[in-house]
């Protein structure tokens, strides 16, 4: 079975759109189940498929892993065995009848509108290029909900004015995500004036630049948000992804539906997505 370990997870990547995270996860997780069962078999008891994996999951338990890990590791085994049934490879799931156990998601961190405002407000004070370039990196991630790592991988051309959205890549995945009007004036403005003041290689193509004319890193915006928000007198754990749970919690409160919020998100499940109705619950 272990070699059928990679065509599950391209299965996965290409028909599911899991994220490259989880599936390195997911092959960690593989690799350690079949790793046991190779050692359970050279010790000469004959076992079933069945028991063996029962017995792995036991072996979990006694590491006391997180509820959150033993969750994916059950999820991964799960999901291999469906498949392996599936594609006619085994006759029989031996996780068929194998509960998950229950993990509690916290309501994601969000930023109320005055809130964001007051975030907004420091950078906007300010009159440097790297200023100007942060109150479009701020005003983008609130307007659009994308993930950092998509904000910061954009180039100039995934800017469309004329469609007024973004084309955006994540886990090799592409999506469109629509803007609103005043976003693509500011947008026009960046890209025509501001962008140049921080560029010094006509050839780089990234859209947002630090202080050397290179391509500006997540973990640099990261701590650009933080000295803001230390400054706005908000909390330290506000971070990009603040932002993008703000996006969202906005959009339900402003009567957005689920599944019009999970593809502007990017989620493959609905069930990501759910999760912000107990914050907009909450503030009800």
Known sequence: MKQDIEPFLQYLHEGKGYAQNTLSAYRNDLNQLMAYIETEKEKGIIKSTTELVKSYLLKLRERKYSPATSARKIASTKSFFKFMVNSGKLRGNPTQNLLSPQVSKHSPRFLSPSQYQHLLAEPAKLTTPEAKRDVVMLELLYATGLRISELVSLDVKDI?????CVNSVYSNSK????????????LEKF????????LYDEKE????????GKRLTRQGFWQIIKNYASK????TNVTPHTLRHSFAVHKLQTGADLHSIQQLLGHAYISSTRIYQQSVSREE
């Open 160 to 164: 469309d004015l004329r469609q007024n």
């Open 175 to 186: 999506r469109k995500v629509p803007f609103d009007q005043h976003m693509s004036k500011l």
């Open 191 to 198: 890209v025509e004036n501001d962008r140049l003041d921080l």
């Open 205 to 212: 193509e990234a859209l947002f630049l630090n202080r050397r």
């Open 232 to 235: 706005a007198g908000l909390s």
